[in-house]
């Protein structure tokens, strides 16, 4: 009997034995067949995660971020404990005890699994294998994942320290409202580092990776209370807070930026502008876009915010300044539906969700509105974040600028009512006016011109753009005009024929025929004219820039030839290749205003080439600097027996592009335009500015570039479909007082001083008008003082005319002005000259 029992025992030993033999085998098997051809777990010791990479202006304040996957890179070591051991207790509590995975917690799931009938199913992944799906596996629920989870879960472990898997885990993880990792998480919810977060908060991150979805703290503020009393529960049960701080913690509201109760993070940044999309589209070209979105780049801006704001500006002011004297409504063209109006929530509701621009801030804030309500003569209207305490109104006075273009496209009487121009339901833009003193005193209707712009600002020295703004509003369209709208320069392109003429032996007193032109093109016969349609015989190069002569500009191309303007052109980048044609002398080709304001900067600095820039310097995620603009040497920048308050010795390795005198002599010009010329009256700042106009056929462009001696500003309007802007549009009357609002304020901060007179020349008094050579003590307004090299004393009362035959039909000089007079030049030779007119009396030319 006793051998009975014991070969039955043995019998059932010996099966066991072999069954758990087998099962050994067959899960070994099963390892050794998944394991095979797994990804390398090794890699992950050399990840970097995707971050956020930011941009920061030049005084170090956040100005824009830009990512794929919103995430804050925290190092393991900068991880407070406190959350560490949130998500342990959420998520693995043996994290610091397994090996990769927890058999004990598979065996409690399964179990509960069970029990429940199928009801109760929960993950029992441990950190590590989450680790594993999320950086190599994916997140399909398939048997095979979790094993090949498992092998890999085990071998990382044997690879990486627990912190350093940790650190993976907190970095990697998305927890809802597009914010990945703790870090990001902690400033998304909370606004907070995450060192300033308390153990509720914590817990309240360590309860979204289950289902961010699942656990918006204002949709699903229960659930997620509930899960996050659970993660404090479990903290204290893991003794990591005790039960003082678990019951103060577990009382405490659940508080979150999307339910109010903290301001965004956002709201540190402003809204995103032209600049720092330039910015984004520069560096994706440069560096590639993954890594700029990707890489946690830190970049330093060459931005001033308070000038970008006053760029801003003066552009909208000239821009709806000329929208208000066109006078024609054409409003949001965006409206709600009638039952979208049916209440203050409604409405409200509706017009957040309506695409128009929120970023335009030009003498107050503009907000978004709709019209409720059509009175007799004024008009009821809802705006957006602003309370309805009392009744807002668009008065009747606010609308009789506009006209309304009717169904047949004519444009209509103007309004007398608010019924003329807007209808119930209309989208509209509206803001507050205010008198002198500020107090309020009604809603006035404004509205995003159709005519558009760009403006730019400087640095002459350095190419460091200051300011840009790319037209009206970024929100409404972001089509960069400073950079990417190829436009017709016009007479602003004057400056670098005259430069090719000085650097060619030509002189500022070199007196050229202001006469009619016949040119035979393959088109028919060019007959360019003066914008005045006026000739005024021999003239001073000084008085055809001042004036913006174009018949004179046209014959000093052809003296000079326009092989040499061409190569001028594209030695200061203003284009790549130039077509050798005469009308490109006037500025007929297209370039961007970016080119061209950094072009003049070289006038400005003395003929030296400056690379424009809009960042200063671009550091990796370890804070490396992988780019930096300025490539000048300082010799003893870090000599520390520098004397106190003497300045270090900067050495510039800039290649010259032109000669310093004639830089000078371009730049002397120039300031003519401004005190005497096309921008007189205009552009005043009361230091030394010089700059051109420029106005294109029927003035589909205007356009005023100029520069005091440190900062170079340029301006040009135009439709984004180009047309004619209308009688009395030049670039003198549009871009000029842009310039001037924005220059007042950047010379009040940056200051301005004389420009700097290169050695090797002296001046000579001349007369403005004829050329000819004045005494050294002469005075008066038509005497000027010219600079001239040393050595090369200027032959006075030669006449240049460009070689040009002229038409049997057409006076060498239009005898329309009255007082032309006939003078001798310094040779003894008789010249016919227009009178000393009143520069106002002539308009600022441009492409004819």
């Not at 970049?299 to 001033?304: E, G, Q, Y």
């Not at 984004?720 to 007082?737: A, E, H, I, K, V």
């Not at 005075?779 to 040393?790: K, L, M, N």
Request: include cysteine; glycine fraction near 10%; proline fraction near 5%.
């Amino acid at each position: 009997m006793i051998r009975f029992i014991l070969s039955f025992f043995g019998a059932i030993f010996t099966m066991v034995t072999l069954g758990l033999a087998v099962v050994a085998i067959s899960i070994g098997a099963i390892f050794w067949i998944y394991g095979r051809d797994l990804p390398s777990h090794e890699s992950l010791a050399q990840y970097k995660p995707p971050t956020i990479s930011r941009i920061y202006s030049g005084e170090g304040q956040i100005i824009d971020e830009f990512a794929k996957e919103r995430r804050l890179f925290a190092p393991s070591d900068e991880i407070p404990d406190l959350v560490k051991q949130a998500f342990i207790s959420a998520e693995d509590k043996n994290f610091y005890t397994h090996k990769g995975y927890d058999a004990g917690g598979m065996v409690s799931a399964a179990v509960d699994a069970v029990k429940s009938r199928g009801k109760n199913v929960r993950g029992a992944s441990t950190i590590t294998q989450q680790v594993m799906k999320n950086f190599l596996l994916g997140g399909e629920r398939k048997i095979e994942r979790k094993i090949k989870e498992i092998i890999l879960a085990t071998r990382l472990e044997e690879t990486l320290p627990k912190d350093k898997i940790l650190e993976l885990y907190l970095n990697e993880i998305f927890l809802g409202q597009n914010s990945y990792g703790v870090s990001a998480a902690a400033q998304t919810y909370f606004n907070k580092t995450l060192s300033e977060l308390a153990p509720h908060e914590a817990a309240m991150l360590a309860s979204m990776p289950k289902a961010p979805s699942d656990y918006h703290p204002v949709r699903n503020a229960e659930k997620l209370l509930t899960r996050r009393n659970y993660v404090l529960r479990e903290m204290k049960e893991n003794g990591y807070i005790t039960a003082a701080v678990y019951e103060a913690e577990v009382k405490a509201p659940l508080r979150s930026v999307q339910n109010g109760d903290f301001e965004s993070f956002k709201t540190a940044l402003p809204p995103r502008d032209y600049f720092t999309d330039e910015i984004r589209r520069q560096l994706s070209e440069e560096f590639g876009e993954g890594e700029f979105f990707t890489g946690g780049l830190t970049v330093r801006a060459t931005l001033d915010p308070d000038l970008q704001v006053d760029a801003a500006n003066a552009l909208r002011r000239g821009l709806e300044s000329y929208d208000r004297e066109r006078g024609v409504w054409t409003g949001t063209g965006k409206s709600l539906p009638a039952e979208a109006l049916k209440s203050d929530a409604a409405w409200r509701e509706a017009l957040a969700a309506v695409e128009v621009p929120r970023d335009i801030t030009l003498d107050g804030q503009w907000y978004p509105a709709v019209v409720l309500e059509i009175g007799k003569t004024d008009a009821r209207i809802g705006i957006e974040g602003v309370m309805s305490n009392q009744p807002q109104w668009i008065e009747a006075k606010d609308v009789t600028w506009a006209r309304k273009r009717g169904e047949d496209g004519k444009l209509t009487k103007k309004a007398k009512t608010a019924g003329d121009l807007l209808l119930v339901g209309d989208v509209v833009l509206v803001r507050a006016l205010a008198d002198k003193e500020g107090k309020f005193v009604r809603w006035t209707l404004r509205q995003v011109p159709e005519v558009q712009g760009a403006f730019m600002a400087m640095d002459v020295n350095t190419g460091r753009v200051i300011a840009m703004q790319g037209g009206f509003s970024y929100q409404d369209s972001v089509f960069n005009r400073a950079t990417q709208a190829m436009r017709q320069p016009g007479s602003s392109f004057k400056p670098f024929v005259y430069a090719s003429a000085l650097d060619s032996g030509y002189s500022p007193a070199t007196i050229v025929i202001d006469a009619p032109i016949e040119v035979n093109t393959p088109q028919g016969l060019w007959r360019p004219k003066n914008s005045s349609n006026e000739y005024y015989g021999p003239t001073p190069l000084r008085t055809g820039i001042e004036k913006s002569r174009n018949l004179m500009t046209i014959r000093l191309a052809q003296e000079v030839g326009m092989d040499v303007v061409a190569r001028y052109a594209e030695k200061f980048g203003v284009y790549d290749h130039m077509g050798q044609y005469l009308a490109n002398s006037l500025g007929s080709d297209e370039t961007t205003l970016f080119r061209m304001v950094a072009a003049y900067a070289m006038f400005a600095n003395g003929g030296e080439r400056v690379e424009p820039t809009l960042v200063d310097r671009v550091q990796d995620r370890y804070g490396k600097t992988i780019y930096r603009h300025d490539k000048r040497t300082c010799t003893d920048c870090a000599d520390p027996s520098l004397p106190a308050g003497e300045s270090p010795h900067v050495v510039s390795n800039r290649e010259r592009v032109m000669d310093a005198i004639t830089a000078y002599q371009l730049t002397s010009m120039m300031q003519g335009v401004v005190q005497r010329g096309t921008a007189a009256g205009i552009v005043n700042l009361g230091v030394p500015t010089a700059g051109k106009t420029g106005t294109t056929n029927d003035a589909k462009d205007v356009w005023f570039v100029g520069f005091t001696s440190n900062i170079v500003a340029g301006c040009y309007i135009g439709f984004d479909q180009p047309r004619g802007l209308g009688r009395g549009s030049y670039g003198g009357t549009m871009c000029g007082p842009v310039f001037q609002e924005f220059m007042k304020k950047a010379t009040a901060k940056y200051g301005g001083g004389k420009f700097r007179v290169p050695p090797g020349g002296h001046f000579i008094k001349i007369d403005r008008f004829t050329g000819a050579r004045l005494p050294d003590d002469e005075t008066g307004d038509y005497v000027v003082a010219e600079y001239f090299r040393d050595g090369e004393e200027p032959i006075f009362g030669i006449t240049y005319d460009g070689g040009f035959g002229m038409g049997a039909n057409l006076p060498l000089v239009k005898e329309i002005q009255e007082g032309s007079q006939e003078v001798t030049t310094s040779t003894g030779q008789k010249a016919v000259v227009g009178p000393k007119a009143s520069f106002g009396s002539v308009s600022s030319g441009g492409l004819y």
